[in-house]
């Protein structure tokens, strides 16, 4: 069987299809039964990849939609000076890296969640984000500056509910005691900055080595040209 043709009958499966429509609805019941739900998205199977990867590209895709027609009362922003994509990359990179962090840190302390697990979790638990921010779009450019409590209620509303969510996800993943799910969250976000700073320096290195081989390389060229 051809390439295409597995990509064609993958796309037209309806069962496919019905099982990521199921598990994303499932989303749901976790941000408003987070220990049960957690406890059922990985133990009893009750999500998947596609589902939390659309969560994700949702929720990047809402910071886009939110930079551009969020009113201007609400969220100023310089449009000349924003980059798209580093808003995205802004919120992608920090959280590929806390899925790390937490599952490497985790693996050292007896979690029970695999890289999988985590990254699933951690996916469903930003659910609200896009659940609050869409509707808070639209909102913010029917509302007058005085009404901008409830704006900035929400708001703040659907950055701490994932960040609850998270918490509680990390718990229920990993089988820990509140206690020491706060102390691994604590640790894996230090283990961020670690795993930043080594991929700048990573970076960094690799950035003066191609100008130390492009210099020498000019030094070469003007001598013998």
């Not at 659940?131 to 913010?140: E, G, M």
């Not at 820990?176 to 700073?197: D, H, N, P, R, W």
């Amino acid at each position: 069987m051809s390439t295409k043709w597995k990509l064609f009958s993958s796309v037209s499966d309806k069962k496919a299809w019905k099982n990521f429509g199921k598990t994303l609805k499932f989303s749901t019941y976790c941000i408003f039964h987070p220990f049960d739900g957690f406890w059922d998205l990985t133990r009893e199977k009750r999500g998947s990849m596609g589902a939390a990867t659309f969560i994700l590209v949702l929720t990047l895709i809402t910071r886009v939609l939110s930079i551009q027609n969020t009113n201007f009362q609400f969220h100023k922003v310089n449009f000349e000076r924003v980059n798209i994509f580093t808003e995205i990359l802004g919120i992608l990179v920090p959280f590929l890296i806390w899925v790390v962090a937490n599952w490497a840190l985790t693996t050292l302390f007896d979690g029970k969640g695999n890289l999988k697990n985590v990254y699933m979790g951690s996916c469903y638990a930003i659910t609200p984000y896009p659940l609050l921010q869409i509707p808070l779009i639209f909102l913010s450019n029917f509302i007058t500056e005085d009404e901008g409590t409830f704006y900035y209620f929400f708001d703040y509303l659907s950055l701490v509910w994932c960040v609850i969510l998270i918490i509680c996800a990390m718990m229920q993943i990993h089988d820990y005691t509140m206690g020491k799910t706060l102390l691994s969250t604590i640790f894996s976000i230090f283990g961020m900055a670690i795993i930043i700073f080594i991929l700048l320096l990573f970076f960094s290195l690799i950035g003066d080595g191609i100008s130390y081989f492009y210099s020498l390389y000019k030094e070469i060229a003007f001598r013998l040209y």
